[in-house]
C-alpha cells in the first residue's frame, strides 16, 4: 500500500492496483501518485509470483489528468534539460508499465507482464493516456462515461503519450479532431473505434479485466509489434491525413488570428510522431508539450482558468470581517 495506490495481490497472481487519493473527490496525477504508480509498476514487475496487473480506481471517476495547480507552480530555476525529464517523467512510466523496460529484440519475442485497465468512470487527460497506456482496456457502460483530451482548453496537449497512442488505435484523422477540440468520448464511439476492447456493468470491469490477465501470459502494445501500422496503411502520410493537417491548421489559425499555439502544436506532434519510431515520437510530443508550458498562453489560461477561479470560489478576495 502506498500513499495513492492500493496495491493488493489474488490467489491467481495477479496485482489490483486501485488508485485512491486521500482527502480528494476526484483522483488527479500529483507528484505523490506519479511516484506511488512508479513503485507499483516497478513492484508487479519485479515479482515473479505477479502474473500481471489490473489498474483502476477507488472513487466514481477513474483519473481526471494532471493537478494544474502542479503544472501551474513549475520551478522557475529548472535548466531546459530538468524541465524536459520533469515533463517527461510519466511518459517513462508509461513505457515501463507497456514494455517490462525490456530491450526491444527481447521485448517483441517475449512480450511481456500484462496491464489492463478497469475503467469505472471518467478517464481524461493523463488518466486516458494511463488508459491507453494499458495492454487492455476494459469500461464501464454507464451513461457517464468518458475519455478524452481536455488539455487544449487550457492552452496544452496530452503530454503523456496521448497525441501518439490514440492516433496508432484510431487513425490521425479522428485522434486529430478529438485531440484539437478536447472533445470527449462516450464508450460507445470507444468501442467503436477500437480505443477499448470491452464494455462491461461498473461492478464488473474489474472481474472482466482480470479475467484478461489471466488468460494471457504475455502482452504488447501494437505499435510496438514488428510491421505496426496506423489504421489505413500510411500514417501520417496518407493522403488523407495530409489534408487534414492542411485544413485543421488553416482553420485554427483563422479562427485564433495565430494567438493560440496548442492546435498547431497538436497537429504538429501528429504529423511529426506519425514517420518515426514511437519512443521518439512521444520525446518529440514532450518537445511541444514545454515549450507550450514555458509559453506564455498555458500558463495564463491554467491561471485565469483555473487557479485564479478556485482561489475566488473559496472566498481569498473577499473582505476580511
Not at 217 to 238: I, T
Not at 299 to 307: C, D, G, W
Request: aromatic share 6%; proline share 5%.
Amino acid at each position: 500500500m502506498t500513499e495513492t495506490i492500493r496495491y493488493e495481490v489474488d490467489g491467481d497472481g495477479i496485482a489490483l492496483l486501485t488508485i485512491d487519493l486521500p482527502n480528494a473527490n476526484m483522483n488527479v496525477f500529483n507528484a505523490q501518485l506519479i511516484e506511488d504508480l512508479d513503485a507499483c509498476v516497478d513492484k508487479v514487475l519485479a515479482d515473479d509470483n505477479v502474473k500481471g496487473a489490473v489498474i483502476t480506481s477507488g472513487k466514481d471517476a477513474f483519473l481526471a489528468g494532471a493537478d494544474l495547480n502542479m503544472l501551474g507552480s513549475q520551478e522557475a530555476d529548472q535548466t531546459p534539460e530538468q524541465a524536459f525529464e520533469a515533463a517527461f517523467r510519466l511518459n517513462k512510466i508509461f513505457r515501463k508499465l507497456e514494455t517490462g523496460d525490456k530491450d526491444r529484440k527481447v521485448l517483441m519475442k517475449e512480450g511481456t507482464k500484462p496491464f489492463a485497465a478497469a475503467v469505472n468512470g471518467l478517464a481524461l487527460g493523463g488518466g486516458f493516456e494511463l488508459v491507453l497506456a494499458c495492454h487492455y482496456r476494459v469500461i464501464t457502460d454507464s451513461p457517464k462515461m468518458q475519455l478524452g483530451f481536455p488539455e487544449v482548453q487550457v492552452g496544452l496537449l496530452p503530454g503523456a503519450g496521448g497525441t501518439q497512442r490514440l492516433p496508432r488505435l484510431t487513425g490521425i484523422q479522428a485522434a486529430a479532431q478529438a485531440i484539437s477540440t478536447g472533445k470527449p468520448y462516450n464508450g460507445q464511439v470507444a468501442i467503436g473505434l477500437g480505443i477499448v476492447q470491452e464494455m462491461a456493468p461498473t461492478d464488473q470491469v474489474v472481474e472482466k479485466a482480470k479475467e484478461w490477465v489471466k488468460k494471457s501470459p504475455s502482452a504488447l502494445a501494437p505499435w510496438d509489434k514488428k510491421g505496426f501500422k496506423y489504421p489505413g496503411g500510411a500514417g501520417a502520410m496518407n493522403p488523407a491525413a495530409v489534408q487534414t493537417f492542411i485544413g485543421a491548421n488553416a482553420m485554427a489559425q483563422k479562427q485564433t488570428q495565430h494567438n493560440y499555439p496548442a492546435v498547431e502544436a497538436i497537429l504538429s506532434c501528429l504529423y511529426e510522431g506519425g514517420v518515426v519510431d514511437f519512443d521518439t515520437a512521444i520525446r518529440i510530443e514532450s518537445k511541444y508539450f514545454m515549450k507550450l508550458l514555458a509559453g506564455p498562453v498555458a500558463p495564463n489560461m491554467i491561471r485565469s482558468l483555473f487557479i485564479n477561479k478556485q482561489a475566488v470560489e473559496k472566498g481569498s478576495l473577499r473582505p476580511q470581517g
